[in-house]
């Protein structure tokens, strides 16, 4: 069945870049998303790629997609505090409806 | 903005009780869904509705169960509340934009069964 699997923690120092990483297993996935969860707080869209494409940029994210290998990354430049969240790649299955599968969300701690 | 709003944000029910969740979103979306989110297994989908009175089983349906009588409130039901249903509960209703569809979460509902 579909997968996808991240790392549960990221520590960065404040003004380092982060990359958080994600690989899937659908590959007939035609999106794949990123999502952050800040405490106590439901998801944000972040940011999308599709599936044909291999970067995405929007502002300090960087989204990169190796289809051969389904691994999905994002790097967030200029880390901030603000950036301390849960980060959840999710891939859109083919098909309708819209199913997202989720990962188990990437913890990101930004210190001093 | 988009909005999609819970019922409650903090909820404590007994073991056996009926526990009703309910979600609103108002940008007229055709999709609802319903996810419980636990630490280390992400989100997993529960049930979803792709429109008024029509529902799909995610991959937990067990011990759920939804309604969707208006476009813009789809609830979960939870017939007999059990101690391994405690868990933070998240809704989202999604549109398609460019040929992405975007989900669209409320703040969630943290549920404790006792």
């Known amino acids: 069945g579909e997968d996808v699997e991240q790392s549960l923690f990221l520590s960065v120092r404040e003004g380092d870049s982060s990359v958080i990483n994600c690989t899937y297993t659908?590959?007939?996935?035609?999106?794949l998303y990123w999502y952050k969860q800040e405490p106590g707080a439901g998801l944000q869209l972040l940011t999308y790629i599709f599936s044909n494409m291999d970067m995405k940029q929007d502002q300090r994210l960087t989204v990169l997609l190796n289809k051969k290998d389904k691994h999905l990354s994002l790097r967030i430049a200029d880390t901030q505090t603000g950036d301390s969240a849960i980060y959840f790649c999710?891939?859109?299955?083919?098909?309708?409806?819209?199913?997202?599968?989720f990962g188990a969300g990437t913890r990101l701690a930004v210190h001093p | 903005d988009v909005k999609v709003t819970q019922s409650s944000r903090y909820l404590v029910k007994r073991t056996g009780e009926k526990v009703f969740l309910e979600c609103v979103q108002d940008?007229?979306?055709?999709?609802m869904f319903w996810y419980r989110q636990d630490p280390g297994l992400g989100l997993r989908l529960i049930y979803f509705?792709?429109?008024?009175?029509?529902?799909e089983k995610g991959d937990i349906p067990e011990g759920y169960s939804v309604s969707r009588e208006k476009k813009e409130r789809f609830s979960l039901i939870l017939e007999s509340a059990s101690t391994n249903q405690t868990s933070m509960y998240l809704c989202?209703?999604?549109?398609?934009?460019?040929?992405?569809?975007?989900?669209?979460f409320g703040p969630g509902t943290r549920l404790t069964v006792t």
């Open positions: 989202a209703s999604s549109s398609i934009t460019q040929g992405a569809y975007e989900q669209y």
């Open positions: 940008m007229d979306h055709e999709n």
């Open positions: 509705s792709y429109d008024v009175k029509m529902k």
């Open positions: 999710a891939e859109g299955l083919s098909g309708g409806y819209n199913k997202l599968i």
């Open positions: 659908d590959s007939s996935s035609t999106y």
